[in-house]
Structure formats: structure tokens, C-alpha cells
């Protein structure tokens, strides 16, 4: 049974500061550059959620990519798209909003809506062009 694995693409801006509050600006500034600016500034987010399954002989989908646009929209989009990361997102509370932090916190948001027998297998945060984080999920606890 061939396995496949289907990208859904969505884009959403959004302001944010990586920063500690335990830490002098200074210390801010080194570690988190020009995303440490206390002003704040914002990214043009790109973010990709895989899905991984077989082939459903009758529609040829791993998943309809429709369901899962719709639960991006309606579990990550609609929080975050035009939004300050650090405040204004109940599920990014307590957060520093890397895009590390964010695929992780994406994860938790959109792990439900995927159908049974189909798995999440990765969700990919674009910062930047340049920059990205990836999450394939906690690793399975290996026994003895
Ligand atoms: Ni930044």
C-alpha cells in the first residue's frame, strides 16, 4: 500500500519581539538580533502542514487538503494572521515566538483535524525565505 504525503501551503503576517524578560536588552539584542526589537516588527509567515496516508482508492487523496485548509483557517489562521504573536494569541501565551516555538504550537492546533488512518507528519514554519523550523512530532518513547 503506497504511502503519500500531501502539502497544504498558507501564508499569514504577523508582528512579534524574541526576547526574554529575564534577560538586559543587551542580552536580547546579541542573542535574538533584529527580532529582539522592543517596537516590535513583523514576517511574512509561510507555513506548510504535511499529511502522510494512502491513497483512498475512491477519491485519489491521502486527505481532502480542503478539510485541512479549513482547520488551518479556522485553528491558526484566524488567531494569528495580522496579529502581535507575543500578546494578542491565547495558545501562544508565555511563548517566545521563534519559528521553532511556533511549529511546535501549530502542531498541537491542528493534530485533531487530521482523519483517522492519515498521520501529521510535519509542519514547516517559514520565518523568512531564508530561515525555517520544522516539527515531525514528539518522538515515540522507545522501550527497553
Ligand atoms: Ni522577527
Known amino acids: 500500500m503506497p504511502l503519500v504525503r500531501a502539502t ?3 501564508h499569514f503576517s504577523a508582528a512579534h519581539r524574541l526576547f526574554r524578560s529575564d534577560w538586559t536588552d543587551e542580552r536580547n539584542a546579541e542573542v535574538f538580533g533584529d527580532c529582539a526589537n522592543p517596537s516590535w516588527h513583523g514576517h511574512n509567515y509561510e507555513l506548510e502542514v504535511t499529511v502522510e496516508g494512502p491513497v483512498d482508492t475512491e477519491t485519489g ?3 481532502d487538503l480542503k478539510r485541512l485548509k479549513e482547520a488551518l483557517e479556522a485553528q491558526v489562521l484566524s488567531d494569528v494572521d495580522h496579529r502581535n ?3 494578542e494569541v491565547e495558545w501562544l501565551a508565555g511563548v517566545n515566538p521563534t519559528a521553532e516555538n511556533l511549529a511546535v504550537a501549530i502542531w ?3 493534530v485533531h ?3 483517522e488512518g492519515v498521520r501529521l507528519a510535519k509542519v514547516v514554519v517559514h520565518e523568512t525565505p531564508r530561515n525555517s523550523a520544522e516539527y515531525s512530532g514528539a518522538k ?3 522501550g527497553p
Do not use: D, Q, T
Open 8 to 10: 497544504r501551503r498558507v
Open 61 to 63: 487523496f491521502v486527505m
Open 85 to 87: 504573536l507575543n500578546s
Open 108 to 110: 498541537g492546533r491542528i
Open 113 to 115: 483535524a487530521v482523519p
Open 140 to 142: 515515540e518513547n522507545v
